[in-house]
């Protein structure tokens, strides 16, 4: 988070806001595969300390995430553009602008996949509980929300990257 004192704006162009200058907080051999995804943090600018609002863009062949579900953390996504494949521990559905999913702390393991030609537009919304662990069915990773706010990670036998 990047919470500071200055003034926070009322109101912004969305697109305007300058994306995060590092595209993934995954360790390698993870980190690579988040390289067509872009995220402007919306929440940020506004200072709010709740829930955080990502505009995010995945370039074709690019994935939001790696497939995880939060412990603690309820999430959000409203397509804007494009159509991604939601990806969950249940199964596969396309998506389409103005669709939009939830995911419940403890629910399903969910990613967006974009395996169309053209870039995928949407918003994310999470809460930012604090305590919060992730949990990745598919990879050797795992992942736990430190005091500061930022993950800490480590293979699933406990070993950090």
């Known amino acids: 988070m990047r919470l500071t004192d200055e003034p926070k704006p009322i109101a912004i162009q969305a697109a305007d806001v300058p994306p995060r200058t590092k595209p993934s907080n995954y360790p390698e051999p993870f980190f690579s595969r988040m390289a067509g995804r ?17 505009l995010t863009r995945i370039a074709p062949g690019g994935e939001s995430a790696l497939l995880h579900r939060h412990s603690r953390q309820d999430e959000f996504i409203y397509i804007l553009e494009g159509q991604p494949t939601l990806v969950t521990d249940e199964g596969e559905i ?7 999913a939830g995911f419940p702390a403890g629910g399903v393991a969910h990613q967006l ?14 809460d930012r509980t604090a305590g919060d662990a992730a949990s990745y069915p598919k990879d050797d990773i795992q992942a736990q929300l430190g005091p500061d706010g930022k993950w800490i990670f480590a293979h699933k036998d406990g070993t950090p990257y």
């Open 113 to 126: 996949v974009n395996r169309s030609d053209a870039d995928v537009v949407y918003l994310e919304i999470g």
């Open 38 to 54: 872009q995220k402007r943090q919306l929440g940020d600018v506004f200072g709010l300390r709740n829930f955080g609002v990502n």
């Open 94 to 100: 396309t998506l389409a602008p103005g669709m939009c």
